[in-house]
């Protein structure tokens, strides 16, 4: 494991790189993203405090994702091999049960409930990301995103 401080608009992986590391966010911000062939971003997963980011390719394959810093962070990265003697498989799981529920609220969900579970969710960064950020990862447009906020402040 090795500590890392990284400054706001700084990449720490870019999609085709191998070995992929994972980062312990210990401050700061993260996010994982794709480029589509239009140039348009599609966001993965955002990492604040106490979570961890990372690709989830096998080891020698070109890695899928960005990830970039949204703020300056503090980080601890570590190899995949998880042969440290000090890795949280809590935040494993926890990583994962988010992702599942993701992808499920993506298949079956509307904008404004998938909207809700965002704001439950990551209630600490509501505030610290640009709403296209927030748009993008619902897989919803920046309008779209105005008018879910605004229908969900009527009620």
């Given at each position: 494991?090795?500590?890392?401080?990284?400054?706001?608009?700084?990449?720490?992986?870019?999609?085709?790189?191998?070995?992929?590391?994972?980062?312990?966010?210990?401050?700061?911000?993260?996010?994982?993203?794709?480029?589509?062939?239009?140039?348009?971003?599609?966001?993965?997963?955002?990492?604040?405090?106490?979570?961890?980011?990372?690709?989830?390719?096998?080891?020698?394959?070109p890695?899928?994702?960005f990830?970039d810093?949204?703020?300056d962070?503090?980080?601890?990265m570590?190899?995949?091999?998880?042969?440290?003697?000090?890795?949280?498989?809590?935040?494993?799981?926890?990583?994962?049960?988010?992702?599942?529920k993701?992808?499920?609220?993506?298949?079956?969900?509307?904008?404004?409930?998938?909207?809700?579970?965002?704001?439950?969710?990551?209630?600490?960064i509501?505030?610290?990301?640009?709403?296209?950020?927030?748009?993008?990862?619902?897989?919803?447009?920046?309008?779209?995103?105005?008018?879910?906020?605004?229908?969900?402040?009527?009620?």
């Amino acid at each position: 494991m090795k500590e890392i401080s990284i400054k706001k608009g700084d990449i720490l992986q870019r999609k085709g790189d191998l070995n992929s590391k994972i980062y312990n966010v210990k401050t700061g911000l993260l996010r994982s993203y794709t480029i589509d062939e239009q140039g348009k971003e599609h966001i993965y997963m955002f990492a604040p405090e106490d979570w961890i980011m990372s690709d989830n390719t096998l080891d020698n394959e070109p890695c899928d994702l960005f990830i970039d810093a949204l703020e300056d962070s503090e980080l601890e990265m570590r190899n995949k091999d998880f042969t440290d003697a000090d890795v949280n498989t809590d935040k494993i799981l926890r990583r994962m049960g988010v992702l599942q529920k993701r992808v499920i609220m993506l298949m079956s969900s509307s904008a404004i409930e998938r909207y809700d579970h965002f704001v439950e969710r990551y209630p600490q960064i509501v505030q610290r990301v640009p709403q296209k950020m927030i748009a993008s990862y619902l897989g919803i447009t920046p309008e779209a995103l105005s008018r879910v906020k605004k229908e969900r402040f009527r009620k």
